[in-house]
């Protein structure tokens, strides 16, 4: 009897897991067959991709259990792939779906987007007769995640379009953004990790009086042709810079372009409470479960935790870091990005554990996508060298191909490289020429993007845009996009290198390092079109908050989650 989870084995289900907990709901996870004849309740949180989820569930049994299932009439809520798997099948893989929605799932055009559609968007109900939303509201945002989509056809396909109960617009494509009939509800945004808009409608499914089940029939739906704009939102993210500090501690640190270590005469310009110990030591900034708490209850869309020392050992014995992770993934229910380390290991009896086991920790940990840094350069250059294709052995791919691309994002450090000109350099078609109106330093100076590895230590011969490129092509779902110069300077991010980016690839870019103020958000939004904009210092010493960055978007014209 009661509530089940159904988790195919490769899913990071622990955000939902976590929400469960923090709506005070008990559930079991489906171990077997016989668990879905006790189910009384049953949410599949299909984190992932398509194929993996498929062959996961066919692997286990429990295809044929599912179906019986949601046939017998008892309540079941798809997130994500949980909801496509009802539908025919997916361009995703050659698997089939339940086939109970008669629709194919295609991906995106990215033509006029980037894609992965990631982030934060609203929905359009189109049931015209039903009382309630399921806790749902058109003035909310939802997060979404995902490459693959169904479009809401009602012309080509009426049967299907019986099922949606609301859609969502991204660029000029219409899709399927919740479906309802009877017993069965599905969602392609996760609620899990979409704020307090999320948890009200899990709330609602699972307190069944205030929940719809009683739609056997077809409803009346209003067709729902494309709007001029659509209304997702650009995401603000709070990052911070894990590492233990002299005493052992774990604590969020904050470096001036990567140097951790507080100067000889640094003052501490807002918080006593935060003492310079000395000169040289690793500067303290808090603890990081408690920022990340601050942040989400603040309003960042997004949060990210970076183990920058990683590169020192593995994270799979890094108990502390993976305690934090675990703490915060309690406390957050906004997507949480893990990075550090994400790299093939050896533990210290020589076993060797694949970047895909460290991803595995995390994820179970509770973290929604792991950021790649130092393994994704060695990657392109290993696929360079072997001609300019993956070999499938990669973090990259391995991460990607088990967890879907969504759930892989590349750290990106790059840092100038300035040359004398005039330059005939193999780089000469990624060189930037520093403005007379811009920073001192940069006037009538020139320069490239080089890669670097380990935390900046060490340059490879790489550009950025061969890395970016080569990541995409690789599998990587999103680039974060630092700058080691900008970093904790303050002087805005630089919008020469996210132009650069941005127009290289296809997957959001994150933009990164040199918030100093709340209208440098704008501007990159502006001027380089980025999906996502990150800051660290100034959230951490509180100069600039996250609702003065969201007021100050909204105030230019930028379409921003509330609260
Ligand atoms: O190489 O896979 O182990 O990953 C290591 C990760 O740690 C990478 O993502 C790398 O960027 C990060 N990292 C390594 N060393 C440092 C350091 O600071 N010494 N931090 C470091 C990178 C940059 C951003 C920072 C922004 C915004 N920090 O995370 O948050 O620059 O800062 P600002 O708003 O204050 O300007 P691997």
């Given at each position: ?26 559930f ?20 992932g991709?398509?194929?993996t ?6 692997s ?12 017998s ?70 997060y ?13 396909r ?95 640190t ?6 951790v ?55 799979l ?65 290993r ?16 991460i ?68 970016a ?12 996009l ?31 390092s040199?918030?100093g ?30 609702a ?16």
């Amino acid at each position: 009897m009661g509530l089940f989870l159904l988790d195919y084995g490769a899913g990071n289900v622990q955000s939902l897991a976590n929400t469960l907990a923090r709506l005070g709901h008990d559930f079991r996870w489906i171990s077997s067959a016989q668990d879905f004849d006790t189910a009384t309740s049953l949410i599949f949180p299909g984190v992932g991709a398509f194929q993996t989820a498929v062959d996961g569930l066919a692997s286990r049994g429990f295809i044929e259990p599912l179906r019986a299932y949601i046939a017998s009439g008892r309540p079941y809520f798809g997130i994500c792939i949980g909801m496509q798997i009802l539908f025919q099948s997916s361009a995703e893989g050659e698997a089939a779906g339940l086939g109970l929605i008669p629709s194919p799932i295609d991906r995106f055009s990215d033509v006029d987007k980037s894609v992965p559609h990631m982030g934060w968007n609203s929905v359009d109900f189109l049931d015209t007769d039903h009382k309630s939303n399921e806790g749902m509201d058109e003035a909310s945002h939802y997060y979404f995640v995902h490459s693959y989509r169904a479009a809401y056809d009602p012309d080509g396909r009426p049967e299907a379009a019986q099922w949606v109960h609301s859609v969502t617009q991204y660029g000029q494509e219409v899709f399927v953004a919740t479906v309802r009939k009877g017993n069965v509800f599905g969602s392609q945004f996760h609620p899990e990790k979409s704020g307090a808009a999320g948890l009200k409608l899990l709330d609602a499914w699972l307190h069944e009086s205030e929940f719809e089940r009683t739609h056997a029939a077809p409803t009346p739906r209003i067709s729902r042709p494309p709007k001029p704009k659509d209304t997702f939102t650009k995401r603000i993210v709070a990052c911070m810079d894990v590492r233990a500090n002299d005493q052992g501690d774990l604590v969020v640190t904050k470096g001036d372009q990567y140097d951790v270590r507080e100067k000889p005469s640094t003052p501490n310009p807002t918080d006593p409470s935060l003492a310079i110990s000395a000169a040289g030591a690793v500067r303290n900034l808090g603890k990081p479960v408690a920022l990340a708490e601050r942040y989400f209850a603040e309003g960042a869309d997004e949060i990210a935790l970076l183990n920058i020392t990683s590169f020192r050992h593995s994270p799979l014995h890094d108990q502390p870091m993976l305690a934090v992770v675990r703490a915060a993934a309690q406390k957050i229910f906004v997507p949480l990005t893990i990075g550090g380390g994400i790299r093939d290991t050896y533990d210290p009896d020589g076993t060797r554990r694949s970047a895909l086991e460290v991803a595995g920790a995390y994820f179970r940990a509770g973290a929604d996508k792991v950021s790649i840094g130092s393994e994704a350069v060695h990657a392109v250059e290993r696929m360079r060298a072997a001609g300019g294709r993956g070999d499938g052995t990669s973090a990259i791919e391995t991460i990607a191909h088990a967890y879907g691309r969504q759930a892989v994002v590349v750290s990106i450090d790059p840092k100038r490289t300035y040359v004398d000109l005039p330059y005939d350099g193999p780089h000469r078609g990624e060189v930037v020429f520093g403005l007379e109106d811009g920073p001192e330093q940069e006037r009538g100076r020139a320069w490239w993007y080089q890669c670097t590895v380990s935390g900046g230590r060490e340059l490879r011969d790489l550009s950025v845009v061969e890395l970016a490129q080569g990541v995409e092509a690789l599998g990587a779902g999103e680039i974060l996009l630092n700058s080691i110069d900008r970093d904790g300077t303050g002087l805005g991010f630089d919008l020469d290198l996210v132009r650069l980016v941005r127009r290289s690839v296809k997957v959001p870019v994150v933009a990164s390092s040199g918030a100093g103020r709340a209208e440098h958000f704008a501007e990159v939004f502006e001027e380089a079109e980025v999906e996502a904009a990150l800051a660290a210092g100034i959230f951490h010493r509180k100069e600039v908050g996250i609702a003065e960055v969201k007021k100050t978007l909204l105030e230019a014209g930028i379409n921003v989650r509330g609260l």
